[in-house]
């Protein structure tokens, strides 16, 4: 055993880069699930942005595009699911597990000819000055942009849904939508927006994945994050501030396991696989026991069916 | 503009015609999807949906397959489909699949070699039990805390695939197995091997229990004053409140069955057609079972009529790769049509659509 | 092409029975376990198909079926693959084996072919690679090659072949750098990019400047790329788009010639019931082109020992060896029997670390 081969500052860094992913894509979900739908085909989601990015950051040469196309991919097919749950009125546990189904088949078929390709380099960041500072600057910023980028959203979603009207029209949606409705607020027009919001994020922690953490396409390979996302949603009691606590907590236990691995410790690595997720129980539980904080719960319409009766 | 009115009661004209309508126009679809990918579309559909059961060569052999397919997800169905009706989201019964399969043959291997026929009830013991408490961990939580068991019962599917993982290559570990991971054989175990009851019919235990919980699911709904309060529940809980139905009982109760339903799949699909307790043993029956239980209207010989149709795009999607070489990835893309135009559909049996203004912007 | 012509010309000419070879095409089924676009274990299996399929021409016809899941769902592709009418059938994952062994009890006129197991008969063949001959080497240039001394492993489940992956690895090292230490990271999967490059930073970060992988995707050589002065190895296909650095070599799963020569002798009615386990020598183990990173002797030394490894002169277990536990495992000059290598469950000496049970 040799834990002080572990550095904890390389191990923090590379928390960062793991969790990532699962930040772009549970940011997204935690948008659609504050205004009431509850959406499982992130999964599809990921990977159709996974393969989308991908193509077309090789056909154009360009991350950037790759990237943007990625977050379109993922938004036209969460639209599909939009249609389908908030037009033609369907459930959504069984729409979402469609989605993912669909997705991951979509993806295999457009990516046939992509396997074993390499995708351009996305530049590391860098920021001069700033990434020497001992400790602070490999932590924090020699990463590359999508990193930033994530944690940036994540900070505009919580403003947005703390302190505009929008976010507040949002919550309202997913809190009481027959309230909503009656006060005049588009509801499905709304969660639509809301929808495909969280396809695009998805579809961006998706092409993460395959522009830059791996960086390859090979089919099935989010393998997982998707479902990740969801948990890391309910862990943070739908709060984007426990969001990152969320995904560095999942990204850590793998990150940390692996390291652990490393240095000769011998653990049970299925035992702390699943522990984030009992620990997630544990902090549904608290939270819906404790009746003064009700307010922290899930949001009350949450995978109801909208229909205007009137 | 078009307009949508909801039916005082679903239509059953509609009901009925749906899936007709649904299965057509994924015909469409996906013949379009297959004459991209340069295959011959009338051929590919004839191949997916006509030739498991009427061709020549593979009818006599896939036909009894469609059961082997269909059992576990009927089974599985049947009890999610009760706690839906009420309004009780059980969406892990993959996790309790899962756990009723280790606890079926931990059971089992548990008195290896021994030969007693005591056995293999044991072990459908066990399966159900482990599935039922599997179970009742969202149950529990949510009659206690009020936790919303959607989310438990996935959480804890993760959890019992970390187990599946860590007794594949640890406790029900096959001592003659050279190292792999993998139990012993249950199915090279005659104590323990889920045989067909009548031999070539596919009809093995687990396909009777499916057939079983179809019947016994349609009289608990119809004449049984649980069925009524589960569909009370579903419909107004407020007014199932007023009418004396006790809601903890109910979601006990409800999960309970799904539970061990569930569990008890997962116990005759490792005893008979996969054999042993693997990694891969979990193969997202539990999952599959909650779109199966959806097209099937959460409707007893629904669900028993999806659960078939699921199981002839699978048969007939792994025919399609076999004859026409269609890529794997075209079959679920097609069985994700399929299920989205069941679901898009669904909103005729429901509604109405009227055209003209709507009253209100 | 040519030469079956010719033999089939030379059927006719002896008067055999013409009309039962010419009768219809040898049907060649293959039972994937993971899609043919995974660029590894699959791909390289499909890429034998492919050559089968080119080599014989329309003399042949091959099925395919990916994405089979292990367990009730391969029994029934087996037997509908069979029942389509395939004179030969490869199974390409070894938990295939008992739906194997099921199916072709039921078929006993299909010949079966499975890949990495050890149940056989009269109509089932087992195969599988030595891909610990291709270690032998890799273990070599990293001893080499290593300056912090730390070589990284990322390993798949504890089973014997990776487990005799690593021994291999971990001899040669060590004979070239007595300094050497390895440091081994389970990753309980065969396939997931994300977790791959995780163990492979990981070991980075504590020191390795070689990672050994066997596990499938490309994500460990993206990650060695990124750090710089890291080198890797293709793992069961080339992966020369990392070349020459970080890949500096691989070891490739070439099934081609096996599958040429089973479905040549299905068509010749030759085929019986064999236990194959090749290695470099019949060309079932690939080893990928040494890049310029490695410097010239190194290479040099490399190219020896795979020369003697493939014509037998040498054996990559050969005494003296100890187990981890210092108990003698092979006399001086002795070479490891293939029953204890098929059941492999201990390190050699050296070694730190258990093994996870």
Same mark, same amino acid.
């Given at each position: 055993?040799d834990?002080?081969?572990?550095?904890?500052?390389?191990?923090?860094a /590379?928390?960062?880069?793991?969790?990532?992913p699962?930040?772009l894509?549970?940011?997204?979900?935690?948008?659609v699930?504050?205004a009431?739908?509850?959406? =499982?085909?992130?999964?599809?989601?990921?990977?159709?942005g996974?393969?989308?990015?991908?193509?077309?950051a090789?056909?154009?040469?360009?991350?950037?595009l790759?990237?943007?196309?990625?977050?379109?991919g993922?938004a036209?097919?969460?639209? =599909?699911?939009?249609?389908?749950t908030?037009?033609?009125? /369907?459930?959504q546990?069984?729409?979402?597990?469609?989605?993912?189904?669909?997705?991951l088949g979509?993806?295999?078929?457009?990516g046939q000819?992509?396997?074993?390709?390499?995708a351009?380099?996305?530049?590391?960041l860098?920021?001069?000055?700033?990434?020497?500072?001992?400790?602070?600057?490999?932590?924090?910023? /020699?990463?590359?942009l999508?990193v930033?980028?994530?944690?940036?959203?994540?900070?505009?979603?919580?403003?947005?849904?703390?302190?505009?009207?929008a976010?507040?029209?949002l919550?309202?949606?997913g809190?009481?939508?027959?309230?909503?409705?009656?006060?005049?607020?588009k509801?499905?027009r709304?969660? =639509?927006?809301?929808?495909?919001?969280?396809?695009?994020?998805?579809?961006?922690?998706g092409?993460?994945?395959s522009l830059?953490?791996?960086?390859?396409?090979?089919?099935?390979?989010?393998?997982?994050a998707?479902w990740?996302?969801?948990a890391?949603?309910?862990?943070?009691?739908?709060?984007p501030g426990r969001?990152? =606590?969320?995904?560095?907590?999942?990204?850590?236990i793998?990150?940390?396991q692996?390291?652990?691995?490393?240095?000769?410790?011998?653990?049970?690595?299925?035992y702390l696989s699943?522990?984030?997720?009992?620990?997630?129980?544990?902090?549904?539980?608290?939270?819906?026991?404790?009746?003064?904080?009700a307010a922290?719960n899930?949001?009350?319409s949450l995978?109801?069916?909208?229909?205007a009766?009137? | 503009?078009?307009r949508?009115?909801?039916?005082?009661?679903?239509?059953?004209?509609?009901?009925? $015609?749906?899936?007709?309508?649904a299965?057509?126009?994924?015909m469409?679809?996906?013949?379009i999807?297959f004459a991209?990918?340069?295959?011959?579309?009338?051929?590919a559909?004839?191949i997916?949906?006509?030739?498991?059961?009427?061709?020549?060569?593979?009818?006599?052999?896939?036909?009894?397959?469609?059961?082997?397919?269909?059992?576990?997800?009927?089974?599985?169905?049947?009890?999610?489909?009760?706690?839906f009706?009420?309004?009780i989201?059980?969406?892990?019964?993959?996790g309790?699949y899962?756990?009723?399969?280790?606890?079926?043959?931990?059971?089992?291997?548990?008195?290896?070699?021994?030969?007693?026929?005591?056995?293999?009830?044991?072990?459908?013991l066990?399966?159900?039990?482990?599935?039922?408490?599997?179970?009742m961990?969202?149950?529990?939580?949510?009659?206690?805390?009020?936790t919303?068991?959607?989310l438990?019962?996935?959480?804890?599917?993760?959890?019992?695939?970390?187990?599946?993982a860590s007794?594949?290559?640890?406790?029900?570990?096959?001592?003659?197995?050279?190292?792999?991971?993998g139990?012993?054989?249950?199915?090279?175990w005659?104590?323990?091997?889920?045989?067909?009851?009548?031999?070539g019919?596919? $009809?093995?235990w687990?396909?009777?229990a499916?057939?079983?919980?179809?019947?016994?699911a349609?009289?608990?709904?119809?004449?049984?004053i649980?069925g009524?309060?589960?569909?009370?529940?579903?419909?107004?809980?407020?007014a199932?409140?007023?009418?004396?139905?006790n809601?903890?009982?109910?979601?006990?109760?409800?999960?309970?069955?799904?539970?061990?339903?569930?569990?008890?799949?997962g116990m005759?699909?490792v005893t008979?057609?996969?054999?042993?307790?693997?990694?891969?043993?979990g193969?997202?029956?539990g999952?599959t079972a909650i779109?199966?239980?959806f097209?099937?209207?959460l409707?007893?010989?629904?669900?028993l009529?999806?659960?078939?149709l $699921?199981?002839?795009?699978y048969?007939g999607g792994?025919?399609?790769?076999?004859?026409?070489?269609?890529?794997s990835a075209?079959?679920?893309?097609?069985?994700?049509m399929?299920?989205f135009?069941?679901l898009?559909?669904?909103?005729l049996?429901?509604f109405?659509?009227?055209?003209?203004?709507?009253?209100?912007? | 092409?040519?030469?079956?012509?010719? #033999?089939?010309?030379?059927?006719?000419?002896?008067g055999l029975a013409?009309a039962?070879?010419a009768?219809?095409? *040898?049907?060649?089924?293959?039972?994937?376990v993971?899609?043919?676009g995974d660029?590894g274990w699959?791909?390289?299996?499909?890429?034998?198909?492919?050559?089968?399929?080119?080599?014989?021409?329309?003399?042949?016809? *091959?099925?395919?079926?990916?994405?089979?899941?292990?367990?009730a769902?391969?029994?029934?592709?087996?037997?509908?693959?069979a029942?389509?009418g395939?004179?030969?059938?490869?199974t390409?994952?070894?938990?295939?084996?008992?739906?194997?062994?099921?199916?072709a009890?039921?078929?006993?006129?299909?010949?079966f072919e499975?890949?990495?197991?050890?149940k056989r008969?009269?109509?089932?063949?087992?195969?599988s690679?030595r891909?610990?001959e291709?270690?032998?080497?890799?273990?070599?240039?990293?001893?080499?090659?290593?300056?912090?001394?730390?070589?990284?492993?990322?390993?798949?489940?504890? &089973?014997?072949?990776v487990?005799?992956?690593?021994n291999?690895?971990?001899?040669?090292?060590?004979k070239?750098?007595?300094?050497?230490?390895?440091?081994?990271?389970?990753?309980?999967?065969?396939?997931d990019?994300?977790?791959e490059?995780?163990?492979?930073k990981a070991?980075?970060?504590?020191?390795?400047?070689?990672?050994?992988?066997?596990?499938d995707?490309?994500?460990?050589?993206?990650?060695a790329e990124?750090?710089?002065?890291?080198?890797?190895?293709?793992?069961?296909?080339?992966?020369?788009?990392?070349?020459p650095m970080p890949?500096?070599?691989s070891?490739?799963?070439?099934?081609a010639?096996?599958?040429?020569?089973?479905?040549?002798?299905?068509?010749?009615?030759t085929? *019986?019931?064999?236990?194959?386990?090749?290695? &470099?020598g019949?060309?079932?183990?690939?080893?990928?082109?040494?890049?310029?990173?490695?410097?010239?002797?190194?290479?040099?030394?490399a190219?020896?020992?795979?020369?003697?490894?493939?014509?037998?002169?040498?054996?990559?277990?050969?005494g003296?060896?100890?187990?981890?536990?210092?108990?003698?495992? #092979?006399?001086e000059?002795?070479?490891?029997?293939d029953?204890?290598?098929?059941?492999?469950?201990?390190?050699?000496e050296?070694?730190?670390?258990?093994?996870p049970?």
């Amino acid at each position: 055993m040799d834990l002080g081969s572990i550095n904890p500052i390389l191990l923090v860094a /590379s928390l960062m880069v793991a969790a990532t992913p699962i930040i772009l894509a549970a940011i997204g979900e935690l948008v659609v699930e504050k205004a009431g739908v509850l959406n =499982l085909g992130v999964e599809g989601m990921m990977i159709t942005g996974a393969v989308c990015g991908f193509i077309v950051a090789v056909e154009t040469d360009s991350p950037t595009l790759g990237f943007l196309c990625a977050a379109l991919g993922g938004a036209v097919l969460s639209l =599909l699911f939009g249609l389908l749950t908030q037009y033609l009125l /369907s459930n959504q546990v069984a729409t979402g597990l469609g989605l993912t189904l669909f997705g991951l088949g979509l993806s295999a078929l457009l990516g046939q000819s992509y396997v074993g390709l390499k995708a351009p380099a996305t530049p590391k960041l860098d920021i001069p000055v700033l990434s020497d500072i001992p400790v602070l600057g490999p932590v924090l910023f /020699s990463h590359d942009l999508m990193v930033y980028l994530a944690l940036a959203l994540l900070a505009g979603v919580w403003a947005v849904l703390k302190y505009s009207r929008a976010g507040l029209i949002l919550r309202a949606v997913g809190e009481n939508h027959d309230a909503a409705h009656a006060l005049g607020y588009k509801v499905v027009r709304i969660r =639509l927006l809301a929808i495909m919001f969280g396809g695009a994020c998805a579809g961006l922690g998706g092409a993460y994945v395959s522009l830059i953490r791996v960086p390859q396409w090979t089919e099935g390979m989010t393998a997982g994050a998707g479902w990740i996302a969801l948990a890391i949603v309910v862990f943070a009691s739908w709060k984007p501030g426990r969001v990152l =606590l969320g995904a560095y907590l999942f990204g850590g236990i793998t990150v940390l396991q692996l390291n652990l691995q490393a240095a000769g410790v011998a653990i049970p690595v299925e035992y702390l696989s699943m522990s984030p997720y009992l620990i997630t129980i544990v902090v549904l539980v608290i939270m819906s026991a404790d009746r003064s904080r009700a307010a922290l719960n899930a949001p009350a319409s949450l995978g109801r069916t909208f229909h205007a009766s009137h | 503009m078009l307009r949508l009115e909801k039916r005082p009661t679903p239509s059953r004209f509609w009901a009925a $015609m749906t899936p007709v309508l649904a299965v057509l126009a994924t015909m469409i679809a996906g013949g379009i999807l297959f004459a991209i990918l340069g295959k011959n579309p009338f051929e590919a559909i004839r191949i997916i949906f006509w030739d498991p059961l009427f061709h020549e060569q593979f009818a006599a052999y896939s036909r009894p397959q469609l059961l082997v397919k269909a059992g576990p997800l009927i089974l599985i169905a049947i009890g999610l489909s009760l706690g839906f009706r009420a309004g009780i989201w059980n969406i892990g019964a993959e996790g309790q699949y899962i756990m009723g399969a280790i606890c079926g043959a931990g059971a089992g291997l548990a008195l290896y070699p021994s030969e007693s026929f005591l056995i293999f009830p044991l072990m459908i013991l066990a399966g159900a039990l482990g599935g039922w408490a599997w179970a009742m961990i969202p149950a529990i939580l949510k009659t206690r805390f009020g936790t919303n068991e959607i989310l438990v019962s996935l959480m804890l599917v993760y959890v019992a695939e970390n187990i599946l993982a860590s007794v594949s290559s640890g406790l029900l570990r096959n001592p003659e197995g050279r190292g792999f991971p993998g139990s012993r054989n249950l199915q090279q175990w005659d104590a323990s091997a889920n045989t067909e009851i009548i031999a070539g019919t596919g $009809m093995h235990w687990g396909v009777a229990a499916g057939f079983i919980a179809v019947i016994f699911a349609y009289v608990l709904l119809n004449k049984h004053i649980l069925g009524f309060q589960i569909r009370l529940t579903g419909e107004s809980p407020r007014a199932a409140r007023f009418a004396g139905v006790n809601p903890t009982r109910l979601i006990l109760i409800c999960l309970g069955l799904s539970g061990a339903l569930a569990g008890l799949a997962g116990m005759f699909e490792v005893t008979g057609p996969a054999g042993q307790i693997s990694i891969d043993f979990g193969s997202g029956y539990g999952f599959t079972a909650i779109i199966v239980a959806f097209l099937g209207r959460l409707h007893p010989v629904g669900i028993l009529l999806a659960g078939l149709l $699921m199981a002839l795009t699978y048969i007939g999607g792994e025919l399609a790769q076999l004859m026409l070489g269609l890529p794997s990835a075209a079959i679920q893309l097609f069985q994700g049509m399929l299920l989205f135009f069941l679901l898009a559909m669904d909103v005729l049996s429901n509604f109405r659509i009227r055209f003209g203004k709507t009253e209100v912007a | 092409m040519k030469f079956t012509s010719i #033999l089939t010309g030379a059927a006719l000419a002896l008067g055999l029975a013409g009309a039962a070879m010419a009768q219809d095409k *040898t049907k060649v089924g293959f039972v994937y376990v993971g899609p043919v676009g995974d660029g590894g274990w699959t791909y390289e299996h499909n890429q034998g198909r492919l050559a089968v399929e080119k080599e014989f021409g329309d003399a042949v016809e *091959t099925v395919f079926q990916e994405n089979v899941p292990e367990g009730a769902d391969a029994e029934r592709v087996l037997t509908q693959m069979a029942l389509s009418g395939a004179d030969l059938i490869f199974t390409t994952s070894f938990g295939y084996m008992d739906p194997t062994v099921n199916v072709a009890a039921k078929f006993p006129n299909v010949k079966f072919e499975h890949a990495t197991g050890y149940k056989r008969a009269d109509n089932v063949s087992t195969y599988s690679a030595r891909f610990y001959e291709g270690r032998a080497i890799q273990g070599h240039i990293a001893g080499k090659m290593t300056k912090s001394n730390v070589i990284g492993y990322i390993a798949s489940f504890p &089973i014997p072949e990776v487990i005799r992956g690593i021994n291999s690895a971990y001899i040669h090292a060590k004979k070239v750098n007595p300094d050497v230490e390895f440091k081994i990271i389970w990753a309980y999967t065969w396939f997931d990019p994300a977790k791959e490059a995780d163990a492979a930073k990981a070991l980075i970060e504590q020191g390795a400047d070689v990672i050994l992988q066997h596990t499938d995707s490309t994500a460990p050589q993206a990650a060695a790329e990124q750090a710089g002065n890291v080198i890797t190895f293709g793992q069961a296909s080339d992966m020369g788009e990392y070349a020459p650095m970080p890949r500096v070599s691989s070891i490739i799963d070439n099934w081609a010639p096996y599958y040429l020569a089973r479905t040549k002798a299905v068509m010749d009615g030759t085929w *019986t019931s064999v236990d194959t386990w090749d290695g &470099i020598g019949a060309g079932m183990v690939g080893i990928g082109e040494i890049s310029d990173a490695v410097p010239a002797d190194v290479k040099a030394e490399a190219l020896a020992m795979k020369d003697a490894i493939a014509a037998g002169t040498y054996h990559p277990f050969t005494g003296p060896l100890k187990k981890q536990d210092g108990s003698d495992w #092979l006399a001086e000059g002795e070479v490891a029997d293939d029953g204890t290598l098929a059941g492999m469950g201990f390190y050699v000496e050296g070694i730190v670390g258990d093994i996870p049970q």
